[in-house]
């Protein structure tokens, strides 16, 4: 039986090639601990471990015919954490990747160490805080709490039983709106101590250094503060009293110090402020409704005198529509809708006099509806629809001159608009498709000459990209991607912005999917997961293989 064979491609041309017999290198170890390294044929004139190289299986932790589907991932002290998910719901675990060949001449080899298996939920919310990894589970005892880890089995344990008599982190905690965050060495976050109701609370990591900061709706009502955003050592994030609604509350994570920032909405009723980012340390940028203006722009600096509407840009009740707030250097871009222009592009830098349409893109009510608004220096990157040419590529630097089309990629099918600005360096890749190449990876510099397609990776008006993909993951001044050329299915591919630095590893040999979903970025290596054939695993790539920024 031989072993699936790796073909690195680079262009056209075959750059690595090796088959032989099973590999014998994955070794067991003791029943948490396996470890995977690189075959002796596959380090043929790869004598420096950073140098690039094909992609390498990191373990294999979930034997075939498995598939380790992985959900959080963090690096903590120089080792990856990950949080894997079963799908049957009863076996998802935590799992930490410590790679051992610290010399530069040695093969790759990493050391799997199950932290915490035999969990009925998935983890959740991996922070680091310190040295250590606080995140959220249920280990089918307690119910959904707060865990710490150390990197050791040993020292992965439960925090404290938050709520004795059930969840402290109920069903809303799931989703991705309200994460906890974490300021210097404390994880401050939502819970429920099932007498209190949803309150703030913070933890260093230990069960003396566990406890709510503030009972902000006073009983068994729960305030639900959230989402948080970080402002040096303040948080400032929405929550309910239970007497003047749903208004903006600041905490440095004493009792005394968290406070209502500002009752907007005068009386019970609710502004319900979120949309939160910070410019600098006077202007923070939010969206609420004082109930005379409707959903609008604000700002504060952090006191109840300078926390202000900052343009009521669809006059009276009506909301303005605001969305995609972006900060470019010292220019706050976004989406509104000011009932004459349509949805268009705005900036701001505080106040009512520079509040402004940056340019009626597509004249009429209808509006451009830009999207994606992706910052880069101080322009900010875009996709409008100006009415004749469909929805475009667009890069602005907040003037009416200075907001253009950057090139018109032609007329898509529905489904395959250009969609996924990423920065990468100094450069934005993103997807478009033409009648001539289908779907396909584009970088632009920001000129129109510069904005252009990387590569048709399958050849023709047939798709290298799917409908609907996933970003692409930038690693320096390139990006990590998925995609088809025809004859290898969906594999790895990465790139520097040229066709030439174009390149790809077929994993799962021939034209079967190995279907590669990036994990995390660390210093030396991009970790992704893959299909070989045998069942998806943890893999690496070395930065290397990516340009600096």
Known sequence: MSRPCLLWLAGSCALFFACGPPDESIEAGPPSVVTAQLG??????????????????????????????VGERAEVDGAVIIGTIDLSGNN????????????????????????????????????VVGRKLLFVVDD??????????????????????????????????????????????????????????????????????????????RGPGSSSPGPFLV????????????????????????QNDTRLLKDINRGSASSSPDSWIRMDDQRIFFVADDGLHGRELWKTDGTQDDTRLVEDIRPGTADSSIAELTVAERTLFFTADDGTHGNELWASKGSAGDTRLVKDIRPGLEGSRPREL??????????ADDGTHGLEPWRSNGSTGGTRLLKDTGEAPPGFEPSQLVVAGEKIFFYAHTPDTGQELWVTNGTTAGTRLVKDIQPGPANGISGDPAPAFPVGGGV???????????????????????????????????????????????????????????WALPVACFPKD
């Open 92 to 127: 998802s675990a935590v799992w930490k990747l410590e790679e051992l060949s610290r010399n530069h001449n040695a093969p790759p080899e990493w050391r799997a160490t199950l932290l915490l298996g035999g969990l009925p939920d998935n983890p959740r919310f991996f922070s």
């Open 140 to 217: 089918g005892v307690h119910g959904s709490e707060l865990w710490v880890s150390d990197g050791t089995p040993a020292g992965t344990r439960m925090v404290k039983d938050i709520n004795p008599l059930g969840d402290a982190f109920g069903d809303a905690f799931h989703g991705l709106a309200n994460p906890p965050v974490v300021v210097g060495r404390t994880l401050y976050f939502a819970a429920d101590d099932g007498t209190h109701g949803e309150e703030l609370w913070r933890s260093d990591g230990t069960e003396a250094g566990t406890r709510m900061v503030k009972d902000i709706a």
């Open 374 to 383: 992706t910052a880069l220096d101080e322009d900010v990157f875009l996709f």
């Open 480 to 538: 990590f991607f998925r995609a088809f050329d025809g004859t290898h299915g969906a594999e790895p591919w990465w790139t520097d912005g040229t066709e030439a630095g174009t390149k790809t590893a077929d994993i799962n040999p021939g034209a079967a999917s190995s279907s590669p979903d990036p994990i995390i970025l660390t210093r030396d290596w991009l970790y992704f997961s893959a299909d070989d054939g045998t069942g998806s695993e943890v």
């Open 231 to 254: 402002d040096g050592r303040r948080l400032l994030f929405a929550a309910d009293d239970g007497v003047h609604g749903r208004e903006p509350w600041k905490s440095d994570g004493t």
């Open 40 to 69: 002796a044929e596959e380090s043929i004139g790869l004598e420096h471990r950073k140098r690039c190289q094909p992609p390498v299986k990191v373990a294999d932790l979930t034997p075939t015919p498995g598939h380790t589907n």
